[in-house]
C-alpha cells in the first residue's frame, strides 16, 4: 500500500514543483508514494509523511496557514503527537521557529525553539536576499537526512531571512555567506530545509529520497 505524503497548500510556496520532486524521488527510490497536494486538514490528519513548503514573508505564511480552518490543529495533533515525518520548506522550515521578525513580530509554530531574522552578511559586498547556489556544511552529517550528501553538496537558496535555533544542535547543517546561517534543522520527527530541495537538483532529490525512507 502506498504511503500518503501530503504537501501543504496555504497559498504559498513551489506547489507543483515540489510535488513532481516528490514524484520523481519515490521513482527514483522505486518506493509506492502517494503525493497530494491539499489545502485540507483532514487530508494532513490522515497523511503518513507532510511536508510544508513556504514563499514570501513569514507574516503572510503564517496568516495563509491560519486561514485554513483546522489546518494548524491537523498539524499539531499529526506532528507533533503522532510523530509523523514533517519537512518544512524555507518559509515552511522558519514557521516551526517560535517567532519570526519579518514586517513586525510574528508567532510561528513553535516546534523548533528559536528566532527566524533578517540575514547580515558581515561582508558587506554580499547581497541580500541570499540567492543562488552555496554549499553545504554538515554538522551531523550521519543524520539520516543527509545521508549520502558529500560535504560541499551544492544546494538552491532564495532567502533574506534565516532561523537562529535556541539550541545549536538543531542545526544539522549550515551555509556560509558573510556568516553562517542555518541550512537543515532536524529534532525528532521534524525537519526542514532553508534551501529549496526541490530546486537543487542532485543534491535536493538525495534529500528528498533520504526524507521518503526516513523512519523517526
Not at 17 to 31: L, M, T
Not at 39 to 60: K, S, T
Not at 123 to 148: E, F, Q, Y
Request: net charge neutral; proline share 6%; hydrophobic share 45%.
Amino acid at each position: 500500500m502506498a504511503e500518503r505524503l501530503a504537501i501543504v497548500d496555504y497559498g504559498s510556496g513551489n506547489l507543483r514543483s515540489a510535488a513532481k520532486a516528490f514524484e520523481r524521488a519515490a521513482s527514483d527510490r522505486g518506493v509506492a508514494v502517494a503525493v497530494a497536494v491539499t489545502a485540507r486538514a483532514e487530508d494532513i490528519a490522515r497523511a503518513d509523511r507532510i511536508v510544508l513548503p513556504g514563499v514570501g514573508a513569514f507574516g503572510d505564511c503564517r496568516a495563509g496557514l491560519d486561514a485554513l480552518p483546522g489546518m494548524v490543529e491537523a498539524l499539531e495533533e499529526s506532528v507533533r503527537k503522532r510523530g509523523v515525518p514533517f519537512l518544512g520548506i524555507c518559509v515552511g522550515m522558519q514557521l516551526m521557529a517560535t517567532r519570526g521578525l519579518e514586517h513586525g513580530e510574528h508567532k510561528g509554530l513553535g516546534w523548533i525553539g528559536g528566532t527566524v531574522a533578517a540575514i547580515e552578511p558581515k561582508d558587506r559586498s554580499l547581497k541580500v536576499p541570499h540567492m543562488g547556489w552555496n554549499d553545504l556544511r554538515l554538522k551531523a552529517p550521519s543524520h539520516p537526512l543527509l545521508a549520502g550528501l558529500a560535504p560541499g553538496s551544492h544546494a538552491y537558496f532564495v532567502h533574506s531571512f534565516a532561523l537562529s535555533p535556541d539550541n545549536p544542535e538543531d542545526a544539522i547543517a549550515t551555509v556560509e555567506y558573510g556568516g553562517s546561517i542555518v541550512a537543515t534543522v532536524a529534532r525528532d520527527n521534524i525537519a526542514g530545509t532553508q534551501f529549496h530541495p526541490e530546486k537543487s537538483q542532485a543534491v535536493g532529490l538525495a534529500l528528498i529520497s533520504n526524507f521518503l525512507g526516513w523512519r523517526p
